[in-house]
Every structure is written in structure tokens, then in C-alpha cells.
């Protein structure tokens, strides 16, 4: 059985969210256990929210919100967002909605949170859920080498 949660990011956290990330993204070192412990713990802001789905202990499928303020119009206040990034799950779970589910618990936990809004960047595989599933709108596309 899969348990989902979305939770603050916890030290705890770190090192399951690195060994996942490793494991879907193996050309992609620099998402080490140190940078996301910078990313998910160090803002200013505070610890970006992480949803995660668990099979047993092992962390199978996972999403971060990592709190920024932002203006939303040009004469408005700043205010209380995510960035939805680091969505990963291991080959073995996916085709299973586990994305469009722990996004939505992830915002959930932020809106608790008082987060107005969110923003993310996706890679072509979450596309689909992002702007069709979970009805994000889609801006653009980045040319990343």
C-alpha cells in the first residue's frame, strides 16, 4: 500500500528525497543531499513543503514547494507562493496518478499554509498533469542544456 503525506521539509527528509531524485534523474549530481538541504531548509522564507508517497519506508514518488513571495500585479503587495520543482517517482510507480495527487496534497498543505499561489516548472513528461490535470497554465518552454 502506498501512504501519501505532505508535511514542512524536516532534515529528516533530505536524504530519501536525494536517493529518489538520484535514482529517476541519474545524470543530474548537483540534486545531492547538500543542495537540497540548502533548497528545502535554508530559505528565508521557511522549509518548502514536500510531498511524498511512500511504499512501506522506501519514498517512491515525491513533489517540493519551495516558498517565494512574488507581485502579482504590478501596483499589489507582494505575496506568499511555491514553486512546485523536484517532482520525481521511481520507474516502478509511475502511471499511477501519484503526480496530480501529491501536487494537490502538496498546495493543499501550502494554501494552510497562507501560500495565494503557485508556479512550476515541469519537464515534458509533466506537462500533461500540470496544465490538463491539475489546470496550471503553461507559459512557455526553457531550452535547458
Do not use: C, Y
Not at 5 to 26: M, T
Not at 80 to 86: A, K, N, W, Y
Amino acid at each position: 500500500m502506498i501512504a501519501l503525506q505532505a508535511a514542512d521539509a524536516g532534515p529528516e527528509s533530505i536524504g530519501a528525497s536525494a536517493a529518489l531524485l538520484a535514482d529517476v534523474f541519474p545524470h543530474a549530481p548537483r540534486l545531492d543531499a547538500a543542495w537540497l538541504a540548502w533548497s528545502h531548509l535554508e530559505n528565508p522564507l521557511g522549509p518548502s513543503v514536500l510531498a511524498g508517497a511512500r511504499e512501506d519506508t522506501r519514498l517512491v514518488a515525491q513533489v517540493a514547494g519551495r516558498l517565494l513571495r512574488a507581485r502579482l500585479a504590478a501596483d499589489a503587495a507582494p505575496a506568499r507562493g511555491i514553486l512546485v520543482h523536484h517532482a520525481a517517482t521511481s520507474a516502478a510507480f509511475r502511471r499511477r496518478g501519484l503526480l496530480v495527487r501529491l501536487v494537490e496534497a502538496a498546495l493543499a498543505h501550502a494554501r494552510g499554509s497562507g501560500a495565494a499561489f503557485a508556479v512550476a516548472v515541469v519537464n515534458q513528461n509533466s506537462v500533461d498533469a500540470f496544465v490538463r490535470k491539475l489546470g496550471f497554465a503553461a507559459l512557455g518552454t526553457l531550452d535547458v542544456r
